[in-house]
């Protein structure tokens, strides 16, 4: 192994909590402008144990929830929830889809997988592996995914164009 890699290496173990929570605020940025072509405003940001709230922060009830787990030198999973206008916002905005434009369920479900994988992908490059050594589970998609991580390092609540959405990063307590 190179003594860059080695660097990289010891990088991702030295990252604190609110380094990766600054990197998961970039990464929803990014995706929501470059693949949704959606500008999300950050509305509330929790950087401790207490999970974020849309329906506290903006008054939406979660309905959709996708988690993308991640393992290698840390573990744990980046989590998307949203509320109904939440998630259409993101299937519309990723279908290049009308608001006249009828959205199924189905496409609902597989828009928010896709936006949780390229959440945690983007930040699987930016702080996570930038040797290529972790690996990313399929997303896990529904209306109720448990978490099985320890460690809540914090969230983001976003407002969309008429609906909102949360990221949430969670590790293992043994991180």
Known sequence: MSTEENRAEDSVGQLNEADLLEVL???????FLTMIGLVGVLVDESCDDDAVDIEKSEGERVEYEAVVSFSGQRSGAVILRAGVEGALDITRGLLMLG???????????????????MLTGSL??????????????????GKSVVVDYDNHLGGLVYRLEKGCTSVEIWLDEAA
């Open 124 to 141: 699987k490059c930016k702080a996570l592996d930038p040797s290529g050594g972790f690996t990313l589970s399929t997303p896990n998609i």
């Open 99 to 117: 608001e006249e434009d009828a959205v199924e369920d189905e496409e609902i479900m597989d828009a928010l997988g896709e936006c949780a994988n």
């Open 25 to 31: 605020k970039e990464s929803a940025d990014e995706v």
